[in-house]
T-cell receptor
Framework: GAVVSQHPSRVICKSGTSVKIECRSL??????MFWYRQFPKQSLMLMAT?????????EQGVEKDKFLINHASLTLSTLTVTSAHPEDSSFYICSARDPRTEPVYGYTFGSGTRLTVV | AQSVAQPEDQVNVAEGNPLTVKCTYSVSGNPYLFWYVQYPNRGLQFLLK??????LVKGSYGFEAEFNKSQTSFHLKKPSALVSDSALYFCAVRAPMDTGRRALTFGSGTRLQVQP
């Protein structure tokens, strides 16, 4: 079935630095990927929809200059948290749509990235 | 706008007993409904999905969900709970295809605790 690989699984960075998170679809081409943020004991909040070859669509309240999303190929989307601050510490999860399996299995999720900004 | 409500933060059940995790939704048109499970520090795993057809949907690991249009509910059920079912469960909805919005909207999650 569809597999989405997300790296790194954990990252600790200093305040003011930038962190890049990668989301790869391993065995399918993902024209659309989604980036979510999850706070402790809370639900997943959609940050943006990433479309291959075009600009990402950000949800209201999400700073597009802070959370840079690039979807340059059909198998890779990246989320870069720029000038990270402690309040950016969170669990980030990507999701991808495989047209072959979506009708049966829905979207496929990465394993998530735990970002800690110190 | 679409939304999902999971009224229970936590559900406790004894192993071997039936379990129900509640979910209600709000969306214009016919909904696409999902249940996902999340283990600590992991992504989400697909359990089951409803688009159309039978109101009772069977999914992975013995789980099933009943779609009730009049009550706008999509409760997750399992006849006999296992300790290994203990995890965080999310209900999600997606708007119909003709809206152009493909992202899922998640409920707040329900933590299921199955006691031995």
């Amino acid at each position: 079935g569809a597999v989405v690989s997300q790296h790194p699984s954990r990252v600790i960075c200093k305040s003011g630095t930038s962190v890049k998170i990668e989301c790869r679809s391993l065995d399918f081409q993902a024209t659309t990927m989604f980036w979510y943020r999850q706070f402790p004991k809370q639900s997943l909040m959609l940050m943006a929809t990433s479309n291959e070859g075009s600009k990402a669509t950000y949800e209201q309240g999400v700073e597009k200059d802070k959370f840079l999303i690039n979807h340059a190929s059909l198998t890779l989307s990246t989320l870069t948290v720029t000038s990270a601050h402690p309040e950016d510490s969170s669990f980030y999860i990507c999701s991808a749509r495989d047209p072959r399996t979506e009708p049966v299995y829905g979207y496929t999720f990465g394993s998530g990235t735990r970002l800690t900004v110190v | 706008a679409q939304s999902v409500a999971q009224p229970e933060d936590q559900v406790n059940v004894a192993e071997g007993n039936p379990l129900t995790v509640k979910c209600t939704y709000s969306v214009s048109g016919n909904p696409y409904l999902f249940w996902y499970v999340q283990y600590p520090n992991r992504g989400l795993q697909f359990l089951l999905k409803y688009i159309t057809g039978d109101n009772l949907v069977k999914g992975s690991y013995g789980f099933e969900a009943e779609f009730n249009k009049s009550q706008t509910s999509f409760h997750l059920k399992k006849p006999s709970a296992l300790v290994s079912d203990s995890a965080l469960y999310f209900c999600a909805v997606r708007a119909p295809m003709d809206t152009g919005r493909r992202a899922l909207t998640f409920g707040s999650g329900t933590r299921l605790q199955v006691q031995p």
